[in-house]
């Protein structure tokens, strides 16, 4: 079993900027991909971004150029730095691992059942 430990978020006005960190635990768990996801009230949960074990990055086009990923795969650790935050950008943010027959490679980002093992949701608001 694979624990995932999300931290950070809170509140920001439109134009800061938040810093989520996730760490994943395991003996046996290392260098699989890593995914943000985020569900606003009332929406399906989407997904945000990933990090693969093998370098790849991927991001959701409603957050290109504003948000960056940073995956250590020695530490099974993901941090998502968002820039330029806006009102809609306010949602209950999750961290994800997928499954280890991916390998190094990462699910698409719409393909949230493919990601088996998924942290707490850390609430991220962003006021105008």
């Known amino acids: 079993e694979v624990e995932v430990v999300t931290s950070g978020g809170g509140s920001v006005q439109a134009g800061g900027s938040l810093t989520l960190s996730c760490a994943a635990s395991s003996p046996t768990y290392s260098g699989y991909c890593m995914a943000w996801f985020r569900q606003a009230p009332g929406k399906e949960r989407e997904g945000v971004a990933s990090?693969?074990?093998?370098?790849?990055?991927s991001y959701a086009d409603s957050v290109k150029e504003r948000f960056a990923i940073s995956k250590d795969n020695a530490k099974n650790t993901l941090s998502l730095r968002m820039n330029s935050l806006k009102p809609e950008d306010t949602a209950v943010y999750y961290c994800?691992?997928?499954?280890?027959?991916?390998?190094?490679?990462?699910?698409?980002?719409?393909?949230?059942?493919?990601?088996?093992?998924w942290g707490q949701g850390t609430q991220v608001t962003v006021s105008s």
């Open positions: 994800a691992a997928a499954r280890p027959w991916y390998g190094g490679r990462c699910p698409d980002l719409s393909a949230l059942g493919d990601f088996g093992f």
């Open positions: 990090g693969g074990g093998d370098g790849s990055l």
